[in-house]
């Protein structure tokens, strides 16, 4: 009974379709090709457009972007689903579906006064910066995989200098710290969007790759990790594209207060068929404050993000 109220709540939203064996075969709604090419399977709970390849393992995924509230709340209550997120959001989100039009990449400039920590030699005036890093527990080997600097003056005076490189290897942002107490606020960025994909020439997106909130975290964690800067992981985001265009698993290490946000980017991904999991972070700030052998053997245990831990995570 609850799939013949599914396929009528579909047929609301998506049009008649067209039956094909086990699978129901529609309009695409994203790429609106002139012939039905979407097709919807109710057992295997998946969608699939063979024009443009928009896919996903939760129908779900489907009403929350393309139907209206009252057909939502239908599906919702014939899938016994607690909706957790922000319906007025899914409908804004619904009416102005995200284009995965690539975005012109962003080039900025490093602080003219930006001193490398990568020499053998090293200014008197690194002594402080260097100090700073070690008692963060940031060694040699990580200054030269982050190439990390710092300036002794002009506008970033005193401040541990993070770059960011994208994939032709050109600075695309920077994280400038603070290593003196004079030097105020802690963070003082450049006015550039943090929309990008913090150090892509060293990612690898064949294999796994860790998701973090600060650059002290990716330091932290090493490996195949990028930083998302404390900002959101929409389907607009750039990481985000390049995740769902080489179908690379993710595994999510957010600080313990963004437990909300860890969510919504589970269930964005898990939408398009992407594999993730939940790296447990409880008992520490954030993972740049874990001991690596801790934050090694968690990442080892993570756990698979599925419709139903996502709806506990959500309950909870």
């Known amino acids: 009974m609850s799939d013949t109220k599914k396929l009528n709540i579909l047929k609301e939203v998506l049009g008649s379709p067209t039956k094909h064996g086990k699978e129901n075969i529609y309009y695409c709604p994203k790429c609106k090709h002139h012939k039905k090419k979407m097709s919807v399977n109710l057992d295997k709970n998946k969608f699939k457009c063979w024009v443009c390849d928009f896919s996903g393992n939760d129908i779900t995924y489907l009403i929350k972007r393309y139907a209206t509230r009252p057909q939502r709340e239908e599906w919702f209550s014939v899938c016994e689903i607690f909706d957790h997120s922000d319906l007025e959001l899914q409908l804004n989100e619904a009416l102005n579906p995200p284009s995965f039009e690539p975005e012109k990449e962003q080039k900025i ?60 290897g050109d600075v695309n942002y920077f994280v400038a710290r603070s290593y003196s107490k004079e030097a105020f606020p802690k963070y003082k960025n450049p006015t550039a969007s943090k929309k990008i994909i913090f150090n892509e020439l060293f990612l690898d997106f064949s294999v796994p790759l ?98 139903t831990s996502l709806l506990n995570h959500g309950l909870l």
């Not at 602080?111 to 020499?119: A, I, R």
């Open 109 to 168: 400039d490093l602080p003219e006064e930006f001193t490398t920590l990568t020499s053998i030699k090293l200014a008197p005036a690194s002594l402080s910066a260097i100090n700073y890093l070690r008692r963060r527990d940031i060694e040699r080997e990580e200054i030269l995989t982050w190439k990390i600097g710092y300036c002794s003056r002009g506008l970033y005076k005193d401040r541990i200098i993070i770059p960011s490189f994208d994939s032709d």
């Open 210 to 307: 860790v998701i973090v909130e600060g650059i002290f975290d990716a330091i932290n964690a090493g490996g195949n990790v990028v930083p998302i800067l404390g900002s959101t992981l929409d389907e607009y985001h750039p990481l985000f594209q390049k995740i769902i265009e080489n179908k690379t698993p993710v595994y999510l290490g957010l600080d313990q207060d963004a437990h909300l946000k860890e969510i919504k980017i589970a269930e964005s991904l898990r939408s398009y068929g992407i594999d993730v999991y939940k790296i447990n972070t409880k008992g520490y700030q954030d993972i740049g404050v874990m001991p690596r052998d801790i934050f090694h053997e968690r990442k080892k245990k993570a756990k698979r993000f599925t419709e």
